[in-house]
């Protein structure tokens, strides 16, 4: 027979372990914890060093405003902070709240803090030994706060299991500073592991950069000089929010969605909501295994959301998620849409890379009579090769060449003048700082696509009815939410009227979708509105079918077109938004600069 059970309070040492399960995982969370409050402190240097990726040693140095000897041993006890002064979990401005963050880091390791505020004439130091508190003393250190972490974990060895090999362990623990650091571009950071600086991020003059400017500059450090060539800038407010920030041109993406930085109120977030509202802006660009990057910040009024969902405040919830998703899916079309038909750097900076120098042919080449005297030997193959389409008859081979009216400049238009046709899919134009080869298939199915969705927002979503409307059983809450929102799926060409208890009887589709599985339409629109809140799932089904249409309607390769048909489809590009790419996220052209075409000859 077992004991009886006694319910009892327990110890304080075993609640504070227990928090601490809740909020440091592993070395990465109690950084981040710990950098977050250097932040909230107004710290405008942070320096972090790790030992053994954070097992046995975490430093976090700052030199925000610092605490007291009275502050200090408050800071260790939980719930004790100075971020709600009125009580209020509706009105948070800072990015720690709870108090729990020290005393849980304390409580699973051998703790100590150092802190000297402003105008102080010494600094004061406590230990923690296991949450084991003793009494502040006397130390030496300028403004500002020091925490050293020793043997995480000590008090708890059953989670030094779960942690992994100190590079992984330093890894997470960079990955969490870098996204602080994009939130924070006037702020200096700086991650050492065994005396290895992995990051080392100066904070912007703001005499030289400011505003978007210098968080440009500080994405480029991150992400990449790549991100920062070939994004675009984000602005838009709606209803007191406002979203800032950059996103990558879709010829610039990723086989992951690991490049996609999302913030709310300065605070890292990874929330579906927000993650599936960058997904619906781009999946009319992108191919579904391919991913934008991205950096969005989100500013929005402290009642309209609630960071208080998860401990390590990773999520958030919003009021009105519509609101959100829908300023985030609208800013960011807008901005790629301003973009036109520019392409992303990366594309023709791989096909400057893809050309070799060729060394020989099996049959000598005639030497050039002037120029600098360069033999076809040095020209790179891509190029030799095709000078030798372009030397021979042209009589069954694939490389024609065309009369040109003499009116046409290539110096009037961005994407030149056709010059020729390469195996009857490429066509080659003539700019006045270089050269553009055009994918004629990928460009004219972006043409055709951008217009179906034209003309789907200038006349509406035409509907077909069901000559037998279909029932879908999909449950008591499924049901109500699509009769909620009938009306708006009516002008998607979605007619559904509620049918008994859990159902839904359908009696109207959207025509541009043809024959449609109706029960797989409507159980996953069900589901997406379950966790979206929204219709924006119906409108990416009508849109990828456009992208579908516009795939089989336009040129295809292997046509041969007129050099007044090459001109028109040129031009075309130039006046139609997201020309630059294909509805698959590929370059539907690339762009050699005639210097960078000399440098490949030799002649810079």
Not at 47 to 65: N, P, Q, Y
Not at 437 to 448: K, M, S
């Amino acid at each position: 027979m077992s004991a009886a059970r006694i319910l009892r309070r327990l110890p304080s040492t075993l609640v504070n372990r227990i928090a601490a399960g809740e909020v440091v995982e592993r070395p990465a969370s109690a950084v981040k914890e710990l950098v977050e409050n250097a932040l909230d402190a107004g710290a405008r240097r942070i320096a972090v060093t790790l030992k053994e990726g954070g097992r046995t040693f975490i430093s976090v140095v700052d030199d925000g405003v610092g605490m007291s000897p009275e502050e200090l041993r408050l800071a260790v006890e939980r719930h004790c902070t100075s971020k709600l002064p009125d009580d209020d979990l509706t009105d948070i401005r800072t990015l720690g709240f709870r108090g729990e963050a020290l005393p849980s880091i304390a409580s699973v390791s051998r703790f100590t803090i150092t802190s000297r505020p402003a105008g102080a004439d010494t600094a004061w130091s406590l230990e923690v030994d296991g949450g084991a508190k003793g009494e502040p003393k006397p130390a030496a250190h300028p403004q500002g706060t020091r925490v050293e972490v020793r043997e995480l974990f000590f008090a708890t060895p059953a989670r030094l299991k779960f942690l992994k090999e100190p590079r992984t362990e330093s890894g997470h623990v960079a990955d969490a500073m870098r996204r602080l650091a994009m939130a924070h571009p006037g702020v200096a950071f700086r991650l050492e592991s065994e005396e290895r600086a992995l990051i080392d991020l100066a904070a912007a003059n703001g005499s030289l950069l400011s505003g978007d400017a210098a968080r440009l500059e500080r994405l480029a450090a991150i992400m990449g000089r790549e991100f920062a060539d070939n994004a675009v800038a984000i602005d838009a407010t709606r209803e007191g929010f406002r979203l800032t920030g950059f996103a990558g041109l879709p010829t610039l993406n990723r086989p992951t969605s690991q490049h996609q930085y999302l913030f709310v109120n300065g605070r890292p977030v990874r929330d579906k909501l927000l993650t599936g509202a960058v997904r619906g802006a781009y999946q009319d660009f992108l191919a579904r295994d391919r991913h934008p990057m991205v950096a969005l910040f989100l500013e929005a009024p402290p009642e309209m959301v609630d960071v208080n969902v998860h401990p390590a405040k990773t999520e958030v919830r919003f009021r009105d998620a519509g609101i959100v998703r829908g300023m985030i899916v609208g800013a960011l079309r807008t901005a790629l849409s301003a973009a036109g038909h520019r392409a992303s750097t990366t594309v023709s900076d791989a096909a400057l890379g893809a050309f070799r120098p060729h060394t020989g042919f099996a049959t000598p080449l005639p030497m050039g009579g002037g120029g600098n005297g360069i033999g076809y030997s040095s020209v790179p193959r891509g190029l030799a090769e095709a000078a030798m389409q372009f030397m021979a008859p042209l009589d069954g081979l694939s490389a024609r060449v065309e009369e040109q009216p003499a009116n046409i400049a290539p110096g009037n238009y961005p994407l030149g003048v056709a010059r020729a046709q390469l195996h009857e899919t490429y066509i080659v134009a003539q700019t006045d700082q270089g050269v553009v080869i055009v994918d004629q298939h990928a460009a004219h199915e972006r043409l055709v696509h951008e217009r179906l969705k034209t003309q789907l927002e200038a006349e509406g979503v035409k509907r077909q009815a069901l000559l037998l409307p279909e029932v879908v059983e999909i449950g008591e809450d499924g049901a109500r939410r699509l009769t909620q929102r009938a009306a708006e799926l009516a002008d998607m060409g979605l007619v559904v009227e509620p049918f008994g208890l859990g159902a839904v009887v359908v009696r109207e589709t959207p025509a541009v979708l043809g024959e449609v599985d109706i029960q797989g339409l409507v159980r996953d629109l069900a589901d997406e509105l379950a966790e979206m809140g929204d219709h924006l799932s119906l409108k990416e089904k009508v849109e990828e079918v456009c992208g579908t249409l516009a795939c089989h309607t336009s040129v295809r390769a292997g046509r041969r077109l007129t050099v007044e048909e090459m001109n028109a489809l040129l031009r075309q590009m130039e006046a139609t938004p997201h020309s630059g790419q294909c509805n698959h996220g590929r370059p539907t052209y690339v762009e050699l600069k005639l210097a960078d075409i000399e440098r490949l000859f030799g002649r810079r």
